[in-house]
Every structure is written in structure tokens, then in C-alpha cells.
């Protein structure tokens, strides 16, 4: 079966600290990748996506992923967090096989930044 | 471009009363997609559209939701009649095909439906 997990509901951290926010997916066929950030009382906004290319993936507000394909994984990390990352975050996953328009999303991880 | 716009942005109804919601689309984007979040069960695809067609409307969850796309930048979602269970955030998003597979989805602002 296709799934996504996000196994740390809940991130607290201090401000300036590093972050890394996991997603794992299980998959038996090629996968293409997103994540999204949403903030209190707003719609999903881009992070950043893997397509082909570079495993490597850097997105706005600092934010990089990098694809490991033998892990199945597609962590999120920032290297320097601020007040401002609090909001959730959502990993997404759209699968080639069937419609590969459908995102399937993640639980979302709460990403606290503590003063 | 003002982006996917979703109205109304609140909405409290009783049960038993139909409930429409309201999307534009960004001009030009040929998919739309319906979301809905609730705590219990995050966010879920109810259905999406590509050229105005429905496509996949498998997470419709019952009878009581339709949804049309009468024109490329309009779509509505219709619950007749709502229940409380029906109570959560619906979010409606759009995207342009691309050659080089699933592009960005862009989000609207949700509308927040009660159910009393």
C-alpha cells in the first residue's frame, strides 16, 4: 500500500536552533514529493518539491529536503529556525502510478519555535 | 494574480440545511481539487477536476456532497443536508499540467464550516 508518514506530530524548538522535520512514504512505484507549510487560519503554501534531478531540494525561507531513495524518506530541515517558522508542516506525496495529480498528504508535524 | 479565492471564508448552519461553497480557481490552471480538514482525519482529497471534468471523486464521503465545475473558474461543493459530522476546514486548490509531472498546488484560504 501507498502511504505517507509523519511520525513527530508535535516539534518544539528554540529559536535558532536547527530543525529537522521527517516524512517517510512507502511506495512500490516512482514518487514525486512536496512539502507545504500551513499557518494559523491560512491554505497549504510550498516549501518546496522534488521532481527528478538533484536529491537535494531547497525552498523558501531556508527550508531544504533532500530524496533518499533506499530510506524512502524526504526530511525537511532549516539550519537556524525563527519565531516566525511556527505553523504546521505537511508532507505530500503523488505517486506515478494511477493519477499522478493526487497528493497524498501526511499527518503534518507542529513546528514550535521557543524564544 | 489574487490567487485561489474561496468564499464564504466562515459558515454556520444548522443541521439539515444545505451548505455551498465557493471557488475560483488562478486563471489558467486546469486542475481543481477539494480538500477537507478536520483534526480526527487531517486532509483528505474529496475530488478533483481536470478541464472542468471530474476525474476522481472517491473521497466524495457519501451521497450528501456533489460537486460541479460548470466553467473553468468557477466550482462549487454542495452539502444537502449537512450534519455536525460534516463540520471542518474545505480547502479548494488548483494546478497547471506540466511535462515534467505534478505541478505546485496552490491553496486558497479554506472555509470553515459548523454544523450545529
Known amino acids: 500500500a501507498q502511504s505517507v508518514t509523519q511520525l513527530d506530530s508535535q516539534v518544539p524548538v528554540f529559536e535558532e536552533a536547527p530543525v529537522e522535520l521527517r516524512c517517510n512514504y512507502s511506495?512500490?512505484?516512482?514518487?514525486?514529493l512536496f512539502w507545504y507549510v500551513q499557518y494559523p487560519n491560512q491554505g497549504l503554501q510550498l516549501l518546496l518539491k522534488y521532481l527528478s534531478g538533484s536529491t537535494l531540494v531547497k525552498g523558501i525561507n531556508g527550508f531544504e529536503a533532500e530524496f533518499n531513495k533506499s530510506q524512502t524518506s524526504f526530511h525537511l530541515r532549516k539550519p537556524s529556525v525563527h519565531i516566525s517558522d511556527t505553523a504546521e508542516y505537511f508532507c505530500a506525496v503523488s505517486f506515478s502510478s494511477g493519477s499522478a495529480r493526487q497528493l497524498t498528504f501526511g499527518s503534518g508535524t507542529q513546528l514550535t519555535v521557543l524564544p | 494574480d489574487a490567487g485561489v479565492i474561496q468564499s464564504p471564508r466562515h459558515e454556520v448552519t444548522e443541521m439539515g440545511q444545505e451548505v455551498t461553497l465557493r471557488c475560483k480557481p488562478i486563471?489558467?490552471?486546469?486542475?481543481l481539487f477539494w480538500y477537507r480538514q478536520t483534526m480526527m482525519r487531517g486532509l483528505e482529497l474529496l475530488i478533483y477536476?481536470?478541464?472542468?471534468?471530474?476525474?476522481?471523486d472517491s473521497g466524495m464521503p457519501e451521497d450528501r456532497f456533489s460537486a460541479k465545475m460548470p466553467n473553468a473558474s468557477f466550482s462549487t461543493l454542495k452539502i444537502q443536508p449537512s450534519e455536525p459530522r460534516d463540520s471542518a476546514v474545505y480547502f479548494c486548490a488548483s494546478s497547471l499540467e506540466t511535462s515534467l509531472g505534478p505541478d505546485t498546488q496552490y491553496f486558497g484560504p479554506g472555509t470553515r464550516l459548523t454544523v450545529l
Open positions: 477536476f481536470n478541464n472542468n471534468v471530474p476525474i476522481d
Open positions: 511506495s512500490s512505484v516512482s514518487v514525486y
Open positions: 486563471s489558467g490552471h486546469d486542475y
